[in-house]
């Protein structure tokens, strides 16, 4: 393991120095020659038909060159998969959220687009609106769409085993309702799209993007123009976090105007347009029925689950499945069933977040808590006896061939301190733990694998070619890594030609964790290839076998006689004069059921690794305002093999940010019928450099045998187990268990004044208020 | 985003300045450090047709200490009071109102005294896009006649004064100087508040605020700033509290108490000065007594202005009250400067 | 609106321009000089992405008149590194894994500059404040404190 090079060693990553002098362009960065301004005309309705819109005024204004509505556009609705087809974007008839967009301006500048939008004339006739996804259900509420009766947009139906039969077997079953309000991405960099034709009616896009292939083929179908027409380029992206992955409205409205007039257009989001235009998080609630055996271990599972998805489907089925998926991934169960329901709604629609399904994952380990309260088992025993083990399948029958789920929770515990702490906090001191399990990878069909393209130059440097996309998580050095390590040369030789639909083959995209292994892989594979045919000519000058050579450090060596070697570049020379070109191409599929499908058939092999995460944390809470200060905490994951600690432990700082302290503590968006109250960080509490507590790291390394040196996913089981942690955590210091998310200093506040009430009887008031004293003193 | 249109001035004197105002009249606004204002025009919010910079007023970027106390010229910055060793000393609840105004780089280097002071009042219905707002009615404050803050609506605008400069100094009985071209006035702090929602300044539109003064420091006195936010930075406060306390051998001869972030304009708690006069300094049963005082005055005029509920935020008046006044009568008794008090 | 005279100084360089009233100091950086290192991320003060230092002072340029700052010295991230040798703090952002997806560096990296020019000797509690305005999606922060007080650390090495 330690005799490679670059792998598995902390290095800066290479894109990080464009970043610190400012030379890195983001979308929004790019000016091209004859460059309009893009923007657009947005519902003030939740749920409205559009009768007429009258664009003639608009026209008039001066500087604008041309306006989009959804006459525009042809006429064919958008899902991500061919069951949920039930966006129209611009939509020529109906909206059915506040900030659909209705039209779009280009023009010589901002100014000038502005004042058009503002004249654009739209007749409405203003719908019944619904906001609440249980009162979607209800038999009187408006239906979004004519074709999803109830507003059921997906159910997804599991049912593994016979958990009635589990239940009545149990020695303890219990029932919770676990809640959470919509939670949103608010990546660094708002939504932005730079779009222009070139004379032959070749596309050229640029945006945030979690995989430029699952934009252009979408496109490619809006547009009516082919695939290789296209060209979704490499931009630098300010972070993505589950969002970004799919065409967004935006993408097709500037490819419309730019083709329209015929120049480039640049559309950036305000932050405002960003969170209310842009999928997002999604609100849920998720009753769970649990029944264990009386050492705590889980015997039957029945959860229904119902997530408010706004207007519109996304990646709906992925978005049901996940949180279940997550479950019975880190933990066993032996039957389990399983509805979980997405419901329309006249809100924006809702996707995966990072922390997707709080309410479901924190719902999970606080009812682990509950039940081992009744049962008198600590919290981390509850864990290890449901942890999820190697080599074995999960009820939907993936096969888990590496876990160190184990060695997660008592690594952590044990860093923690738990031993000491557990029920030995001062009060209003609390420490709580947390487990989950990631996907490395999703059921993607024919864009489920991964190629890549390398070739060699006469100096010995390397043209990596490969679509995967760098989000901001470092991507971009992973492959330099990888790339650099498998041919013996140093990263400074690696020059990267990735996410770019034009010249880059497909990948997967960012969305579902599987950059390292799958695009990686592909890498890897291609590098070994060249290597191969760079060998092959070098056992021949140095009179050795092909399996005895090593490259390394620019130098193809014989293994045991670190002397006897040859240049690399003298190599790729002597294969250059032999008229050969030095290239070679690599993939990989991952070995996963290609019959699985997410709602019609949710068995078999679901990805080809999982990443296993445990968090502790330790929290103080102010029992007169309820706000929480976090003191310390420690997150371990079972990565597979850790190719680079340093972006490790980032990955993992920021997912407890996201996570734990936002994501459980102050995230939430907050809602006036249709309207978003917080679209912008004033509002939306997104954590801050002031209030992060102290964080331990803890890398744990499984090897998986699929993943490329054994790697597995970085940092998403740490924003998941650590959700679960604080939310934990929280309960433990107030001695009260939350169950709506997130847990903002109000419900704090009044969860322990209840508590205080219901602990003092009735009858005597005067009891009452001396304990209630103690709590809040002055009231 | 974008401002709108708009003529700038940066007038020399503070006498130019003046004069400028007086022509331009409400069509004009004063723009010091403009981090409240210039997202305000961004939002549509206002539109003023000219701006006078106070940039180059050194007359009124000047911090002091006299005979009488402290001397700051409005357009001080907030990071100029914080390095000014005389406030850290004597005036720690200045410090600590200051020091908690939004983020450092936000405001601290050009946000100025006199902006956090004059600063508009706020709301969650109100303080939105163009484009939030144009889906729904006109609210009062934007020239309509609904409030969505207040339960049934109203046919006031509920906005909350958000200032948390203004709490502390209130309690220490600054004085605020006003000039027009004109005039020039001295009143004291509090009587710079309209308690009017829609227009929350006494000022006229050809007046300016010009200088605040500060009462020097007096033995056995003692003065906090407290605020409650659910972030320790950038965030306005939901409920602050700024208090003064007077002491003279142990017992409690002065107090102050005022309440920022709940009301209209800083809420002034009446009662105080009654309950805790004479009264050992630091009794906590008298505090605690104030502090459910300032809750239920402040439940009179708390409005759903915030995303944070109403209910909590009342009941959070009572708490900050308590903090801010147990502090500065720590302060009195022990009669130590901000550095050793904290 | 009628244009009017900017004196200014960027990153050493001076520049003598006309310049709209209601134009922002981050729209002139951005488009009208091409020094897009800045970034907007929110518009409206909260986020610090447009964050440049203007007379060594850390101050939001979404917020700020080019007008403003007339006479002033602006820097902002393209003007950190001297000579093609990178300021300290960008060398010590890039060691520590402090950039991620990199659209917060470039504030984050004036507001640790601002302090480090006013308080070379911060500490961590320090450093933490003086980033407090700025919103990091990606990192957690942790590791863009430690890039700074690396830097902090250094300078206390060499008196
Ligand atoms: C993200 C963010 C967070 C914030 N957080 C807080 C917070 O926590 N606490 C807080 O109190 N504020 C906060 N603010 C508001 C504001 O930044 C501060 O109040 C700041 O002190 C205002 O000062 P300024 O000089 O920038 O004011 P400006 O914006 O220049 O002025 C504000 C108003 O006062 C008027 N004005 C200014 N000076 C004078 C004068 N001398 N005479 C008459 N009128 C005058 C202006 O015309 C304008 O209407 C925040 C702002 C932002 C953007
Ligand atoms: S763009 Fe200026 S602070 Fe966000
Ligand atoms: S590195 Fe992405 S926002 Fe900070």
């Known amino acids: 393991m330690s005799n490679y090079a670059f792998i598995g060693k902390s290095m800066p990553r290479v894109d990080s120095r464009a970043k610190v002098t400012g030379e890195a362009l983001f979308t929004a960065d790019l000016r091209l020659p004859k460059m309009l301004t893009g923007k657009i005309l947005r519902s003030p309705y939740p749920h409205a038909r559009i009768l007429n819109i009258d664009i003639s005024e608009a026209l008039r204004v001066p500087g604008v060159k041309a306006i989009v509505t959804g006459r525009d556009v042809i006429q064919r609705k958008w899902g991500v998969f061919g069951y949920t087809q039930d966006q129209q974007f611009l939509p020529a008839d109906r909206v059915r959220f506040i900030g659909e967009e209705v039209a779009a301006v280009a023009a010589v500048d901002e100014d000038s687009a502005q004042r058009a939008i503002d004249c654009i004339r739209v007749d409405y006739e203003i719908l019944e609106a619904v906001f609440d996804a249980m009162e979607s259900l209800a038999p009187t509420a408006p239906l979004l769409h004519d074709n999803f009766p109830h507003n059921i947009n997906v159910h997804v139906p599991i049912n593994v085993g016979d958990v009635e039969k ?84 935006a993408d097709l409205i500037c490819a419309l105007l730019a083709r329209k007039i015929g120049r480039p257009v640049k559309i950036v989001y305000t932050r405002e347009e960003n969170s209310i235009a842009t999928r997002q998080g999604h609100a849920l609630i998720t009753t769970i029925k649990t029944g264990v055996r009386q050492d705590g271990r889980v015997i039957a599972r029945d959860v229904t689950c119902y997530m408010d998805g706004g207007a519109y489907s996304s990646t709906g089925p992925i978005a049901v499945s996940v949180p279940f998926l997550c479950m019975e991934q880190a933990y066993k169960m032996e039957h389990v069933r399983y509805n979980g329901y997405r419901i329309y709604t006249n809100k924006p629609p809702r996707g995966m977040i990072r922390i997707h399904g709080r309410a479901f994952a924190c719902g999970v380990d606080t009812q682990l808590d509950m039940i081992g309260e009744h049962l008198g088992i600590d919290p981390v025993t509850m864990r290890l006896v449901n942890a999820r083990e190697p080599g074995e399948f999960t009820n939907t029958k993936s096969h888990v061939a590496s876990c160190a789920m184990k060695e997660t929770i008592t690594k952590a515990a044990e860093k923690s301190g738990w031993n000491d702490k557990w029920g030995k906090l001062p009060p209003l001191r609390g420490i709580g733990i947390g487990c989950n399990s990631v996907q490395t990878g999703f059921p993607m069909g024919i864009r489920g694998g991964s190629q890549a393209i390398i070739k060699l130059n006469e100096d010995g440097g390397a043209t990596v070619i490969s679509g995967v996309v760098d989000n901001g998580q470092g991507n971009d050095n992973m492959l330099v890594q990888i790339a650099a390590e498998e041919l013996g040369i140093r990263t400074e030789d690696v020059q990267l030609v990735t996410a770019d639909t034009e010249v880059t083959p497909s990948d997967p995209g960012a969305y579902s964790q599987v950059s390292t292994f799958i695009g990686g892989h592909a890498v890897k594979n291609a590098a070994e290839n060249v290597r191969r045919q760079l060998f092959e000519i070098a056992a021949k000058t140095l009179n050795v076998k092909v399996d005895d050579l090593k490259a390394r450090d620019r130098m193809i060596y014989v293994k045991d006689s670190p002397d006897t070697g040859i240049p690399l570049k003298k190599v790729v020379r002597m294969i250059l004069a032999q008229g050969k070109s030095v290239s070679g191409q690599g993939d990989y599929w991952p070995k996963v059921d290609p019959k699985r499908e997410w709602v019609k058939n949710p068995f078999g092999q679901m990805c080809g690794a999982f990443s296993f995460g445990t968090t502790v944390a330790e929290v103080e809470v102010d029992p007169e305002t309820g706000k929480v200060t976090v003191l310390e905490v420690t997150a371990a994951q079972d990565v597979g093999f850790a190719l680079n600690p340093l972006v490790l432990e980032g990955q993992f700082q920021g997912s407890i940010a996201m996570g734990g302290q936002g994501g459980i503590l102050t995230e939430g968006h907050v809602w006036d019928g249709g309207s978003v109250l917080n679209p912008t960080q004033l509002e939306y509490k997104v954590p801050l450099a002031c209030d992060m507590p102290k964080i331990n790291t803890i890398i744990i390394e499984s090897n998986d045998p699929e993943g490329p040196y054994g790697t597995k996913e970085s940092g998403m089981s740490i924003a998941m187990s650590a959700a679960q942690a604080y939310a934990a955590a929280v309960s433990n210091a107030i001695g009260v268990y939350m169950t709506d998310f997130p847990l903002t200093p109000d419900k704090i506040l009044e969860a322990l004044q209840n508590k205080v009430e219901s602990e003092t009887p009735n009858q005597n008031e005067d009891v009452m208020e001396k304990a209630l004293e103690l709590i809040v003193p002055a009231v | 985003m974008r401002l709108p249109p708009f003529a700038y001035d940066r007038p020399r004197d503070l006498y130019e300045a003046l004069e400028l105002l007086n022509s331009y009249g409400k069509d004009c606004k004063v723009l010091a450090g403009g981090t409240d204002l210039l997202v305000r025009m961004k939002q549509g919010l206002v539109a003023p047709t000219h701006l006078v910079s106070l940039k180059a007023l050194s007359e009124l970027a000047e911090i002091k200490e006299t005979g009488d106390g402290l001397q700051i010229g409005a357009a001080v910055k907030l990071s100029d009071i914080l390095a000014y060793q005389p406030v850290q000393d004597h005036w720690p609840g200045l410090f600590e109102a200051v020091k908690a105004i939004g983020a450092p780089s936000i405001q601290h280097f050009s946000g100025t005294i006199g902006g956090n002071l004059c600063q508009d009042n706020r709301c969650q219905f109100y303080d939105q896009s163009k484009f939030f707002r144009a889906a729904r009615q006109t609210c009062n404050k934007a020239g309509g006649s609904t409030c969505f803050a207040w339960k049934g609506g109203s046919d006031k605008c509920h906005s909350a004064c958000q200032s948390d400069s203004a709490p502390i100094l209130i309690a220490m009985d600054a004085k605020v100087v006003i000039k027009s071209k004109n005039e020039t006035r001295t009143m004291p702090l509090e009587e710079l508040y309209s308690s009017v929602g829609e227009r929350p300044l006494t000022l006229a539109d050809n007046e300016m605020l010009t200088e605040i003064l500060v009462p020097a420091p007096t033995p056995g006195a003692g003065t906090a700033f407290e605020k409650l936010a659910y972030r320790s930075s950038i965030d306005y406060a939901m409920v602050s509290a700024g208090a003064f306390v007077q002491t003279e051998g142990g017992r409690t001869t002065r107090v102050r108490l005022v309440i920022g972030a709940v009301a209209r304009g800083p809420l002034s708690i009446a009662t105080v000065e009654k309950t805790l006069k004479n009264r050992p300094a630091g009794d906590q049963q008298a505090i605690n007594e104030v502090a459910i005082d300032a809750m239920n005055t402040a439940a009179a005029f708390i409005a759903n202005n915030m995303t944070q509920p109403v209910e909590y935020r009342t009941k959070m008046v009572s708490v900050i009250a308590k903090r801010a006044l147990t502090r500065a009568a720590e302060r009195a008794i022990s009669q130590k400067g901000f550095l050793e008090a904290k | ?87 300290p703090l960008q060398q010590s952002f890039i060691e520590h894994g402090a950039v991620q997806c990199g659209f917060c560096t470039s504030g984050m990296l004036m507001a640790a500059k601002g302090l480090a020019l006013n308080n070379p000797h911060a500490g961590n509690k320090e450093i933490r404040n003086a980033i407090s305005g700025h919103i990091c999606r990606c990192t957690g922060y942790t590791k863009i404190i430690e890039a700074v007080e690396a830097v902090v650390d250094r300078s206390l090495e060499k008196r």
Request: proline residues 5%.
């Open chain 3, 1 to 87: 609106m009628n244009k009017q005279p900017l004196e200014i100084s960027i990153n050493g360089d001076c520049y003598s321009l006309a310049v709209e009233p209601n134009r922002t100091l981050l729209e002139l950086l951005r488009e009208d000089l091409d020094l897009t290192g800045a970034k907007e991320g929110c518009g409206e003060g909260v986020c610090g992405g447009c964050t440049v230092l203007m007379d060594g002072k850390p101050v939001r340029s979404c917020l700020t008149l080019a007008l403003e700052a007339s006479g002033t010295h602006i820097t902002t991230v393209e003007g950190l590194a001297q000579k093609g040798e990178l300021d």
């Open chain 1, 166 to 249: 589990g239940f009545a077997e149990s020695y303890y079953v219990r029932e919770d309702t676990f809640t959470a309000s919509e939670d949103s991405y608010f990546q660094g960099e708002p939504y932005a799209v730079v779009a222009r034709f070139d004379t032959d009616n070749n596309l050229e896009i640029w945006m945030p993007n979690a995989g430029p292939h699952m934009k252009a083929k979408p496109l490619s179908n809006a547009l009516g123009i082919p695939l290789n027409k296209i060209r979704v380029r490499k931009i630098t992206i300010g972070g993505a976090f589950g969002g970004r992955s799919e065409i967004a409205p």
